[in-house]
């Protein structure tokens, strides 16, 4: 009777010490809902349509209309633009403006009636090996709908195909009857890394942003928590150096933990690191940066160690959803898609995957949204935590 | 109790605190001043004067202090003065206004109403170089629990800007002071409470500050600490370092110069120790015992005698202005009046009496009660 007691005891101590923290109880509450919410809103699955540039041979008097190549009703395939200059659509595919380049045999007529299959080449630059895996899917799927087309309007001009062809076509062999062209799908990006190294690189950003994020959160907290506050406001401290030694003080064992990180993601792993590690130091640099101010604004703005705790998981939570890690930020409502592009670990996975396993940025832009990112979140922080360190 | 309550209202119409906000420009500061006399250190602002003027030679100074926690008086109207090498004792019970008033000296509580100045600074504003001179230590233990006791006092000296060789220096001297040397290597976090308590005290004093400010340095430690604590503010003192200590232990009013007593929220005394047990009582008190049955009322109009009370058929205490001088008075008055005095003593009631007295609703008291306290016999 006496244990039943106990326990009633502290079931009622842990419930009212929740209770009445209310803070705690939104974001434990309120938290996962929303991330939830924004995901069963946001998500719709569909995979964008690869927008693709058709390149004609030269001299070529085949139509130049995208609609018209967009008629063969090639799923999942959105042709954008159609040119005679290959170099130029090869730059778009590097740049990443364009998921595929699908490059048209000089004269496929005159290889079929060689009785050979006409190629065309299906160029694509991706390093996400799910990526890469779908677009040789639709690269096939394209050629069998261009096959189809063939077909059908053989079909519609009657004999005029096999006249075409003549008494030649005895000599061309039924699979290429069958499927007169083919497709040979090239990836123009320096590798195509495992899952292993895709993944990992996006791994150690996430982590990377976590620590920071939640060790940052602690600090703070346990700062004021403990009354350590109390001595800064006291003491003569500015805000400004506080935040900065926080900052110096996490990047320092953040930078840390990356370069072991690194290391064992090369070493053990076999990672390739095709960039400059000055740049990838750089992009550490920014994310830890941004990421700690993350964790500067969720110290400030909780009431408990176990708020900063909380928040900081929603943030993982958000991470892991929105980001790019595992779901592409493409196939999210162009809002939430865009709202992805706020938390700083959505340009660390980028920037670091294409380091890694491209050598370079692609899209460069994506440092400076982290330069933005830090330098707002620093700002808000330092100017919470100057507000907190007034007198109350 | 009832009378020692009495005589007290009497008396506090000199120190207690004004609502009205303060409308006056900052006194001067002045530190490393010489120390001063013990008792003539701090007076409530009221009594210095004008309540609105300036105090050249103020370390502290409030006026009207007062601070609201939404329909809450914490501290309501506080007027003080503390001047340089002062040992202030801040005395009340627990949830007083002590802490409260410590913090907006600090700056780390801004002010619902009047003003105070700091080493001639408004607390909220406080510039760096005024944080440097100030040494605080907070009620609760706020270091770091994974550093070594050498980091910690190294980290706080870092804080207050001392460079290498300095904060080596000064971390050494303020460990070896406080008997913490040999354990610089031991984690906070494996400290006593005492010890911890040294440590905060060490880190207080650790940039050699010109005022202390020690909130309960002697809560939960044990007596040969607290007097290690208290020997070394009053070292401080010597060297002109000005102290205000807030303590819930009225016996340490003793080891003040000045003691201010917070009660509810309000400055409900400030006097020096010698001072407040007078006020307490309206005067020293020496106590009589006759030979035979005596009345002494008719003492009450005696030269030198400011009030008496019959306590027996054979006792009466007797209000004077000094109890060495009067009491041959008494005597002499009793014989006069036909007595004859078996003996004379000085009533001297502990501060728990007084601070009792001072700080507490009227409650019904035995009258013996204040006679639990041994009396100092001043004449037989």
Same mark, same amino acid.
């Given at each position: 009777?006496?244990?039943?007691?106990?326990?009633?005891?502290?079931?009622?101590?842990?419930?009212?010490?929740?209770?009445?923290?209310?803070?705690?109880v939104?974001?434990?509450?309120?938290?996962?809902?929303?991330?939830?919410?924004?995901?069963?809103?946001?998500?719709?699955?569909?995979?964008?349509?690869?927008?693709?540039?058709?390149?004609?041979?030269?001299?070529?008097?085949?139509?130049?209309?995208?609609?018209?190549?967009?008629?063969?009703?090639?799923?999942?395939?959105?042709?954008?633009?159609v040119?005679?200059?290959?170099?130029?659509?090869?730059?778009?595919?590097?740049?990443?403006?364009?998921?595929?380049?699908?490059?048209?045999?000089?004269?496929?007529?005159?290889?079929?009636?060689?009785?050979?299959?006409?190629?065309?080449?299906?160029?694509?630059?991706?390093?996400?090996?799910?990526q890469?895996?779908?677009?040789?899917?639709?690269?096939?799927?394209?050629?069998?709908?261009?096959?189809?087309?063939?077909?059908?309007?053989?079909?519609?001009?009657g004999?005029?195909?096999?006249?075409?062809?003549?008494?030649?076509?005895?000599?061309?062999?039924?699979?290429?009857?069958?499927?007169?062209?083919?497709?040979?799908?090239?990836?123009?990006?320096?590798?195509?890394?495992?899952?292993?190294?895709?993944?990992?690189?996006?791994?150690?950003?996430?982590?990377?942003?976590?620590?920071?994020v939640?060790?940052?959160?602690?600090?703070?907290?346990?700062?004021?928590?403990?009354?350590?506050?109390?001595?800064?406001?006291?003491?003569?401290?500015?805000?400004?150096?506080?935040?900065?030694?926080?900052?110096?003080?996490?990047?320092?064992?953040?930078?840390?933990?990356?370069?072991?990180?690194?290391?064992?993601l090369?070493?053990?792993l076999?990672?390739?690191?095709l960039?400059?590690?000055?740049?990838?130091?750089?992009?550490?640099?920014?994310?830890?940066?941004a990421?700690?101010?993350?964790?500067?604004?969720?110290?400030?703005?909780?009431?408990?160690?176990?708020?900063?705790?909380?928040?900081?998981?929603?943030?993982?939570?958000?991470?892991?959803?929105?980001?790019?890690?595992?779901?592409?930020?493409?196939?999210?409502?162009?809002?939430?898609?865009?709202?992805?592009?706020?938390?700083?670990?959505?340009?660390?996975?980028?920037?670091?995957?294409?380091?890694?396993?491209?050598?370079?940025?692609?899209?460069?832009?994506?440092?400076?949204?982290?330069?933005?990112?830090?330098?707002?979140?620093?700002?808000?922080?330092?100017?919470?935590?100057?507000?907190?360190?007034?007198?109350? | 109790?009832?009378?020692?309550?009495?005589?007290?209202?009497?008396?506090?119409?000199?120190?207690?605190?004004?609502d009205?906000?303060?409308?006056?420009?900052?006194?001067?500061?002045?530190?490393?001043?010489?120390?001063?006399?013990?008792?003539?250190?701090?007076?409530?602002?009221?009594?210095?004067?004008?309540?609105?003027?300036?105090?050249?030679?103020?370390?502290?100074?409030?006026?009207?202090?007062?601070?609201?926690?939404d329909?809450?008086?914490?501290?309501?109207?506080?007027?003080?003065?503390?001047?340089?090498?002062?040992?202030?004792?801040?005395?009340?019970?627990?949830?007083?206004?002590?802490?409260?008033?410590?913090?907006?000296?600090?700056?780390?509580?801004?002010?619902?109403?009047?003003?105070a100045?700091?080493?001639?600074?408004?607390?909220?504003?406080?510039?760096?170089?005024?944080?440097?001179?100030?040494g605080?230590m907070p009620?609760?233990?706020?270091?770091?629990?994974?550093?070594?006791?050498?980091?910690?006092?190294?980290?706080?000296?870092?804080?207050?800007?001392?460079?290498?060789?300095?904060?080596?220096?000064?971390?050494? =001297? +303020?460990?070896?002071?406080? #008997?913490?040397?040999?354990?610089?290597?031991?984690? $906070?976090?494996?400290?006593? %409470? !005492? /010890?911890?308590?040294?440590?905060?005290?060490?880190?207080?004093?650790?940039?050699?500050?010109?005022?202390?400010?020690?909130?309960?340095p002697?809560?939960?430690?044990?007596?040969?600490?607290?007097?290690?604590?208290?020997?070394?503010?009053?070292?401080?003192?010597?060297?002109?370092?000005?102290?205000?200590?807030?303590?819930?232990?009225?016996?340490?009013?003793?080891?003040?110069?000045?003691?201010?007593?917070?009660?509810?929220?309000?400055?409900?005394?400030?006097?020096?120790?010698?001072?407040?047990?007078?006020?307490?009582l309206?005067?020293?008190?020496?106590?009589?015992?006759?030979?035979?049955?005596?009345?002494?009322?008719?003492?009450?109009?005696?030269?030198?005698?400011?009030?008496?009370?019959?306590?027996?058929?054979?006792?009466?205490? =007797? +209000?004077?202005?000094?109890? #060495?001088?009067a009491?041959?008075?008494?005597?002499? $008055?009793?014989?006069?009046? %036909? !007595? /004859?005095?078996?003996?004379?003593?000085?009533?001297?009631?502990?501060?728990?009496?007084?601070?009792?007295?001072?700080?507490?609703?009227?409650?019904?008291?035995?009258?013996?009660?204040?006679?639990?306290?041994?009396?100092?016999?001043?004449?037989?």
């Open positions: 009777m006496k244990a039943l007691l106990r326990i009633l005891a502290l079931v009622g101590k842990e419930l009212i010490e929740v209770m009445r923290r209310p803070g705690a939104i974001s434990l509450v309120l938290g996962p809902f929303l991330i939830l919410a924004i995901f069963g809103f946001g998500y719709h699955g569909y995979r964008r349509d690869l927008q693709t540039i058709v390149v004609l041979p030269a001299q070529s008097n085949m139509t130049t209309d995208p609609q018209e190549y967009d008629s063969l009703g090639a799923t999942g395939v959105r042709v954008i633009e040119t005679q200059d290959r170099g130029a659509a090869e730059d778009r595919l590097r740049s990443g403006a364009v998921d595929l380049v699908v490059v048209i045999p000089s004269d496929p007529v005159a290889t079929l009636k060689q009785g050979q299959q006409a190629e065309l080449a299906v160029e694509m630059n991706q390093v996400d090996p799910v890469a895996n779908y677009a040789t899917f639709m690269a096939q799927t394209l050629t069998a709908d261009i096959n189809r087309e063939i077909y059908r309007r053989g079909a519609a001009e004999q005029g195909y096999a006249l075409e062809i003549g008494g030649q076509a005895a000599k061309i062999p039924p699979e290429v009857i069958a499927s007169p062209t083919t497709a040979k799908v090239v990836n123009l990006a320096p590798i195509s890394p495992a899952i292993v190294a895709f993944f990992g690189v996006a791994a150690l950003a996430l982590v990377l942003q976590h620590m920071s939640t060790l940052l959160a602690l600090s703070i907290v346990r700062e004021r928590t403990g009354g350590a506050m109390d001595l800064f406001r006291i003491a003569p401290i500015r805000a400004t150096e506080l935040v900065i030694g926080k900052i110096v003080a996490f990047g320092i064992l953040g930078g840390f933990i990356a370069a072991i990180s690194i290391g064992l090369c070493g053990l076999g990672v390739p690191l960039g400059s590690p000055a740049l990838v130091a750089a992009t550490i640099l920014l994310l830890l940066g990421s700690l101010g993350l964790g500067l604004v969720i110290s400030i703005i909780s009431d408990s160690e176990r708020q900063a705790v909380q928040l900081s998981l929603l943030v993982l939570l958000a991470s892991m959803f929105f980001s790019g890690f595992v779901l592409r930020i493409e196939e999210f409502d162009p809002i939430v898609g865009s709202a992805a592009y706020l938390l700083p670990v959505t340009h660390g996975i980028a920037l670091l995957q294409d380091l890694f396993l491209r050598g370079a940025p692609q899209h460069t832009w994506q440092l400076g949204a982290l330069v933005l990112i830090t330098a707002a979140l620093l700002s808000v922080s330092w100017l919470l935590l100057r507000r907190e360190m007034r007198p109350a | 109790m009832e009378w020692l309550q009495l005589r007290f209202a009497e008396g506090q119409a000199d120190v207690v605190a004004s009205a906000p303060a409308q006056t420009p900052p006194p001067d500061s002045v530190d490393d001043a010489p120390a001063r006399a013990p008792g003539d250190a701090a007076v409530p602002a009221g009594n210095a004067g004008d309540a609105g003027a300036p105090t050249a030679d103020a370390v502290v100074r409030t006026v009207g202090l007062t601070r609201r926690f329909d809450v008086v914490a501290v309501g109207g506080i007027d003080l003065v503390v001047r340089p090498g002062t040992v202030l004792g801040v005395v009340g019970p627990s949830g007083s206004g002590k802490t409260t008033t410590i913090r907006m000296l600090m700056g780390s509580l801004a002010p619902s109403a009047g003003e100045w700091v080493l001639g600074e408004r607390p909220q504003a406080f510039t760096a170089p005024t944080r440097e001179r100030i605080y009620q609760s233990f706020i270091l770091y629990p994974e550093l070594t006791v050498r980091e910690n006092a190294d980290f706080v000296a870092s804080l207050y800007g001392l460079f290498l060789f300095r904060r080596r220096r000064r971390v050494r =001297a +303020v460990l070896e002071l406080l #008997g913490l040397w040999d354990m610089r290597d031991r984690r $906070a976090a494996k400290l006593s %409470g !005492g /010890e911890r308590r040294r440590l905060e005290l060490a880190c207080a004093l650790v940039h050699e500050p010109v005022l202390l400010v020690l909130d309960e002697t809560a939960g430690v044990d007596p040969i600490l607290r007097r290690t604590i208290w020997d070394e503010i009053h070292r401080l003192r010597d060297r002109g370092v000005t102290s205000i200590v807030t303590t819930q232990y009225v016996t340490e009013a003793e080891e003040v110069d000045q003691v201010a007593v917070i009660a509810r929220g309000q400055l409900v005394a400030l006097d020096s120790p010698g001072g407040l047990r007078r006020r307490a309206g005067g020293e008190v020496i106590e009589v015992a006759t030979a035979a049955t005596f009345d002494a009322a008719a003492l009450a109009d005696h030269p030198g005698i400011r009030n008496v009370r019959q306590t027996g058929l054979r006792s009466f205490q =007797a +209000v004077v202005d000094d109890a #060495g001088s009491a041959p008075v008494v005597v002499e $008055a009793v014989a006069a009046g %036909g !007595g /004859e005095v078996a003996s004379v003593r000085e009533l001297k009631p502990t501060f728990e009496e007084i601070f009792a007295a001072l700080v507490e609703e009227p409650v019904e008291a035995p009258s013996d009660e204040v006679q639990q306290s041994p009396p100092q016999v001043i004449a037989a």
